[in-house]
Each structure stands twice: as C-alpha cells, then as structure tokens.
C-alpha cells in the first residue's frame, strides 16, 4: 500500500462510517444495522436486539484504581446500558476475555464475581464466551442480546422538532470520578501517599460501579411512552445529543440550568476548579439515558423524579444551541470523549 | 488476595469450567449455556446460536506472515464454523477491532475487505461493533449469530456408542501451514531471505484462509442427517473428539488409516520429519466438522466425497482408543493447542 492515513485524521466515528460505507445487508431478518446503540434482528415476530463493546487495560479502564469486581461488573453493565438504550430488555450475554500471566486464577474469581453480580442484578444470563491469554494486560469483550415486542425499538434517528429532550439521573459524575482517581494515582506514584477519597464516593461510585437504567425502560412501558430517539450517554452529552440530531436531521436547544447536577460532584468540580456544566457536557460513562418525547407525554415525564427535561429539539437549521444560566446562547461543540486522539 | 493460583496449572479448559461452575441461568429463554461452540436462545419457538471468539496479536495471529485481508476473512470464517458446527446457518456478525497507531486507514480497509468479502461468501450481515485504540497490537471481537429450527442444534453430548465418528475435509494443514511460516520467518529474521513457499499454496492456505463448512450443514438438510454430536476442529482432533467423549459419556475407536490427509501436506511433513497423522492429531484450526451420526446413516453418509469415517463410539469404559497403520493400540492423549500453556 502507497498511500497512509492517519486513522485519528477521521475521528473514531468518521472511521466507523467510512469503514461501513460498503456494508451491504443480505438477510430479511437484520432489521437495524449499526449506527445505534444496537441492532435489531427479526426472529418470526419477537425481535432482538444485540450490542457489543470491547474494553481494553490502559485505555478503557485502569487497574491502579480499579477492583476487578467492579471491573467485571461495569463491563456487563455498560452493555446492558446500550440495551435499554433501545427500550429493549437484556436477556443474555457472551463474555470473552484476555490476560497476561500476572493475573491469577483468584484476579479473575474476582472479576467474574462482578460479571454474576451485574448478572443477577439485571435478571440476564451468562451463556458464553472465549478465553485466551494476551501477551500484556486484560482484554474484555461483551456482547448482550436482548428482545423487545414487534417495532418497540428505539433508535436515535426518530426525533422530531418540538420533542423534549431528557436525561435520566446525574451528568458529570463519571468524569469528576475518574479526575479525582487519575489525580490520586499520580500523587501516589509521585510521593506514596495514599489516596485521598474522603467524601467523594458518590462521583467514585459513579465512575467504577455504574448502574444501567433498566428502571427508565419500566416506566416506559408502565407509563405507556415511547421515546421518538434514544441513546444511553456514554461519551458526553454535548457528543450524544449531536448523533441524536445528525441521525434525526435535527436541531436542539438545551439549557444550562436544567442540567441535572449532584451536590457533591458540583462541590468536587469547583474546588478543582472545573465548571459543573462542562463536566456534564463533556464527561463520559455516566451510562445514564438521553431521549426524546413527544410533548404530548410531558404531562406523564414531569411526574418521574429520575428524568429531567433539559430542552427539546428544533429544525436542523436552528443549529445546536445551550442557553446558559446567564442567558447566553452558544452553538454547541462537541467535545465527548474520542479514543482514538 | 493471600491465594495466588497460577492459571497455566488449570488449563484453558479447566479454568473455563472453574469460573462457569456457579453460573445459573435465570431466562427460560437460554436452551443452551456454555459448554458447546455456540449457546442456543429460544425465539418464541424459532431459535438462535451465539458464538464469540476472541483474537489477539501476537498469540492468535502473526501480522508478520498474515496479510490484513486473510486475517478478516478468517476472523468471520472461524466464529461461522462454531455457528455451523451447531447444525445452524449464520446470519449476522458484530464484530469489535482495537489497534494501535502503527495501524494506518488503509491498512483496516484491508482488513475489512476480508470481512466483507466473508460476509458475502456466506450471506452474513455485519451489524454493529465497536472500534478503539489499543496501547499495542491488534485485537479482534466476533460475535456470531445463526438461526435453526426448533431442536435442530448439534451439542457436543449426544454421541452414543456405536455410532460412527466423521470428520470433513482433510486434517492437519493449517498446523503445517502455520510451522512452514513460523520457520520462514525465522530464517528471514535470521537472515533476510526472503520466504520460500514454492508448492506449499495448499497448506499455506489452509492456515491463512480456512473456509467453514456451509457445504456440510446443507448436506445434512438435503440428506435429513441429524448428527448426534458434533463440533468444529479447531484444537486438534485428539483433543476434540475428547471434548465429545467427555461431554457424551462415551470412549471411542480412531483408525489412523481413516484420517483424511492431503498428499500435499504429507509430502512437507515428510520433508520435516513431522507425522502427518501426530499433525492431524494435535494440529488445531482446521476448522473441518467432526461428529458423530448413528449407523443407520452409514448408506447416506459413505455417499459423500468431502465426509470421512474414522472411527467409532464406544461405551466410556472402552476408553478413547486409535489404532495405527500397524494395527497397534494405543490411547489417545489430548494433545490439542492450548494457548494458556
């Protein structure tokens, strides 16, 4: 080959269009190829939906702080997360993994303690997998399937102008977490010190033992919604709202003062000097739900104390827009997370 | 953690019944659990195979002698061959890629053109994955999915004495393969000659380009075969047929004079003072079918050109016998890859 490109010239996403810009779909039953947080697949009426993730040590996940309990765990729950992301129920998962002779059999009782326990916390089944060694550090691989009624999926491309934009929970968490353990392990490999965690499990929790919103998709179906688009946000908010309005052909206001905050995580944020609002707007792995409704449901979300609603969705010529608190408005960047710079 | 055991004293196989051995299967959905080359979910009465593998640099393939297209194709190839060694046609891969930066654009339009160009030879879609960075090496995720019709999977447990033990194809190439290139890349590390793969397309190809047996599945429909046990080689049929003796409670009877060998894989073994039949024994990723059918099925089985019969099951207490050329008796030993080892 002649000719090099350097694959972070297209970003992670512009290299996962160009790579599937050939993909060709021969079977009736594949009903949603990727583009979303899964993809559907007809089985004679019932429909499954199937999504994947591949976590590497050293880039996804850090060892130094991370118990591989919580690892196993979180590495289930991620992907369970892009399930509900397509208002579908996780039923199984296959589950491989690679590592290097330094982990011992205990290292990985430990991990897959975390794998049964995310298991049995979300009623889904182990039935699966691939092991192997790697020449250095761990490897995961997950791949959840889940069923969903006839057409019940939701995908990210349904938006509509003059839908109301939500998120469940809390923004910026995550982030705030894996700030405050990167800065621990340097002042430990630096000086010794022990790390200093004090009052901040919440955004440490966050960070090493999401929870995927499996009680969203419940009141879902209690409350008889449909989102019109979802995702689960686990790059950013600024990131996910824009693959929302991309695949929608849409627009979107949010506003700043919506946004919602934990107490403790904007405390941690601002003695580290760091705005809240970036935080949630740039800050991954919060694997909480992003989606739009219909503003005739807006009677049945207000009633729901986990989902607050921080904007709604305008034509695509209205741009991306945040309102701030002090009533500025900006176009907004997308600045969520990119492995691949 | 006070307990330190070194997994290399468990095996790869030992180690996956440790951590499976208090799995619990919670979905009424989940027919088949680990245990075989794909589990089995029930789709309101249609059903569904999962099969995933795992691929690492370094251990699984060697990018020194392995062109970035081989490696696609045989990347779709061998998670098909488990979907098919369940009595199952494919229909959908998610497939996850990690790799470095030495990785440019082209070279992954290279590897996708393997995978497409097996998506095609097999009429499977690609429907989603995940693509990251990796500090080092290329690594490879394949999820495969299949459907079959209610109770039609394959297990490895369902062979019963006397049935008879078929394999496809022809064994031990892709070990051949892989020691011709292995030595090639020494001598060219050692020296700087360039390889020498004169009269070797065969085994060569076996090793860089398996193909999955479609061609046996389709048989088996068209001659309303149903195996009793089956599953892909990918270790090395001694350890293999071990796997069906253990998990159906029978021994069994190989006869070396059956085995399926190539001239042209026996003329380099010759040349390399190697056994074709020890490369047929202990040589993995042939990726042939190897099951069991009952006797009744010997008038429809023995019609088949691409189907040798090598032997027979036999009651457990029989043990797991082959008898050689000369006629001598020996017990088998698994002497199959092991990549913990």
């Given at each position: 080959m002649d000719n090099r490109t350097e694959i972070s010239s297209l970003g992670e996403f512009g290299l996962i269009d160009h790579l599937l810009k050939n993909n060709e779909i021969?079977?009736?039953?594949?009903i949603l190829s990727a583009g979303d947080d899964g993809a559907v697949i007809d089985q004679f009426g019932r429909q499954t939906v199937i999504s994947t993730d591949l976590l590497l040590e050293g880039i996804h996940f850090d060892l130094s702080y991370t118990p591989l309990k919580h690892l196993g765990y979180k590495s289930v729950v991620v992907n369970l997360s892009d399930i509900y992301a397509m208002n579908a129920t996780p039923t199984q998962i296959v589950l491989s993994i690679a590592f290097s002779n330094r982990f011992s059999l205990e290292a990985l009782e430990e991990f897959y303690a975390g794998v049964y326990a995310a298991c049995e916390q979300y009623g889904v089944d182990l039935i699966g997998g691939d092991t192997s060694t790697s020449k250095k550090g761990f490897v995961i691989s997950v791949t959840a399937i889940g069923e969903v009624a006839p057409d019940n999926f939701v995908k990210r491309s349904g938006a509509k102008s003059g839908d109301l934009i939500c998120v469940s929970g809390e923004l910026g968490g995550a982030f705030l977490g894996l700030t405050l353990l990167e800065r621990e392990r340097k002042i430990f490999e630096e000086t010794g010190a022990q790390p200093d965690?004090?009052?901040?499990a919440y955004i440490v929790g966050r960070l090493l033992k999401p929870e995927a919103r499996k009680d969203i998709i419940e009141y879902f179906a209690e409350a008889e919604i449909k989102p019109s688009s979802m995702m689960d946000l686990s790059d950013g908010l600024s990131s996910d709202i824009m693959h929302i309005c991309k695949q929608s052909e849409v627009g979107c206001v949010l506003y700043e003062d919506k946004f919602p905050l934990n107490d403790e995580a904007k405390a941690f944020a601002y003695k580290l000097q760091l705005d809240p609002t970036a935080c949630a707007l740039?800050?991954?792995?919060?694997y909480e739900l992003l989606f739009t409704v219909s503003q005739d449901d807006y009677e049945k979300i207000k009633?729901?104390?986990?989902?607050?609603?921080i904007g709604y969705v305008t034509d695509a010529a209205e741009g991306k827009q945040i309102i701030t608190r002090g009533g500025n408005k900006h176009e907004l960047v997308a600045q969520g997370w990119n492995h691949l710079k």
């Open positions: 021969k079977n009736a039953t594949t965690l004090e009052g901040q740039s800050g991954g792995e919060d009633t729901n104390p986990s989902v607050s609603i």
